[in-house]
């Protein structure tokens, strides 16, 4: 079974553009999850699509934001860039089924806002 | 409450020592504790899990134990091997209710191996 894929994995934008990554889950799998990853803050929840409604949603600001298709396949954008936006974008892909909560994650996207 | 803090931050074992990370929480409405392993480059891979109905669980080398009462649980790496130098997370989720999918971490321990 192929795994999570991540499109582009490598982003350089500079400040004040938007951004758009994308995600596709494991065959099957009907959740996807965006997980923000930085040296400070470490591993943090964006948000959560199943059956292409948000799920769940972490404390960004609204210049993060989501979609899922009817494929399973994500895509998450962030408009209006700031440095502090640089970060490694994971997502994760589970099957979204309650009591079956194992998440695998892709190789990510890595961001770098100038 | 919704915090998952893991200590230590950093390890340092000979090969074939016995690594221990811990990690604590406060929301007793988590009910699923997995640990991932993260190598320069990729993404967290999912290493174990367990639920809070056991006290420990053995996977290959890798075992987790569960203290319900102390609202901990650790993860001990046996015969530990110079590949397994990665970074470690620790999390928790709540997948009863609507918060499925929403993995809470810890903040990462970096695991060197000496050989």
């Known amino acids: 079974k192929a795994g999570v894929t991540q499109t582009p994995r490598y982003l350089i934008k500079t400040r004040g553009q938007q951004v758009t990554l994308s995600c596709s889950p494991i065959?099957?799998?009907?959740?996807v999850s965006w997980y923000q990853q930085t040296p400070g803050q470490g591993l943090q929840f964006l948000f959560e699509y199943f059956s292409e409604t948000q799920r769940n949603k972490g404390n960004f600001p609204g210049r993060f934001s989501g979609r899922q298709f009817s494929n399973s396949r994500s895509e998450m954008n962030v408009s209006t860039l700031e440095l502090g936006d640089s970060a490694l974008y994971l997502c994760?892909?589970?099957?979204?089924?309650?009591?079956?909560?194992?998440?695998?994650f892709g190789p990510g996207t890595r961001l770098t806002v100038l | 409450q919704q915090q998952v803090k893991q200590s230590p931050q950093s390890l340092i074992v000979q090969k074939g020592g016995i690594p221990i990370i811990n990690c604590a929480y406060e929301n007793t409405a988590f009910d699923y504790f997995p640990w991932y392993q993260q190598f320069p480059g990729k993404g967290p891979a999912l290493l174990i899990a367990i639920r809070p109905d056991v006290s420990e669980k053995k996977e290959g080398r890798f075992t987790i134990s569960f203290n319900k009462s102390a609202k901990q649980f650790s993860l001990h790496i046996m015969d530990s091997q110079p590949g397994d130098s990665a970074t470690y997370f620790c999390?928790?989720?709540?997948?009863?209710?609507?918060?499925?999918?929403?993995?809470?971490f810890g903040q990462g321990t970096t695991l060197q191996v000496k050989p």
């Open positions: 065959s099957g799998h009907r959740s």
């Open positions: 994760a892909s589970s099957s979204g089924l309650a009591n079956h909560n194992e998440q695998f």
């Open positions: 999390a928790a989720s709540n997948p009863g209710s609507s918060n499925t999918g929403k993995l809470i």
